[in-house]
């Protein structure tokens, strides 16, 4: 019975261990980019200068203002080719930098084109992560281009691994217990 319960506890400790080793924060929020823009059936051409738009930053992108070095990068989304930076951001030290994954929608129409998929989100602090992106216009040369992006919330896989072991050690402890009184009684 000791053995047994030595085996859990070594388990567990293994388990509590590792514990902080896969830790990560994601990147998300919204932001708006003004600047000059015009675009086809097949590309978007980025005129510039762009800023982002005071006022319009959610999430971990609310460190960048109207003071930021923007450079979006004129790209073609018919047909597309993954990895495609499209947008950096550098203020006070800080970088994001959003690398287009793959386009789930386009549409054009009305005069605006809105480009709709999965891109990865880098930004300085924070571990890659991959989330949705929306890039809009509203319609012709010289409009505003708008820029959201929501990432997707990794697994806390140390949270999952900590409540394993707490569960293990749990019945391991209740097992234990009930054979030991089991003796006991007998």
């Known amino acids: 019975m000791k053995r047994m319960l030595l085996k859990v506890l070594t388990i567990s400790a293994v388990l509590l261990g590792s514990v902080g080793i896969a830790s990560a924060d994601s990147i998300g929020g919204k932001i708006s980019i003004t600047g000059g823009d015009t675009y086809n059936n097949t590309s978007v051409t980025f005129n510039g200068p762009s800023s982002v738009t005071q006022g319009t930053t959610t999430g971990t992108f609310s460190v960048f203002d109207s003071a930021a070095t923007v450079t979006m990068s004129s790209f073609t989304y018919n047909p597309f080719t993954p990895n495609t930076q499209i947008l950096q951001i550098i203020e006070n030290g800080i970088t994001l930098n959003v690398i287009l994954q793959s386009i789930s929608l386009i549409d054009n ?23 949705s992106f929306v890039l809009s216009t509203q319609g012709g040369a010289n409009s505003n281009v708008s820029f959201s992006a929501t990432a997707v919330a990794p697994t806390p896989e140390p949270s999952t691994l900590f409540l394993l072991g707490t569960g293990l050690v749990g019945s391991a402890t ?10 006991v009684a007998v």
């Open 109 to 131: 129409a009305g005069g605006a084109l809105t480009l709709m998929g999965q891109a990865l989100l880098q930004q300085t602090g924070y571990s890659d992560t991959l989330g």
């Open 174 to 183: 209740a097992l234990y217990r009930r054979r030991r009184s089991a003796s």
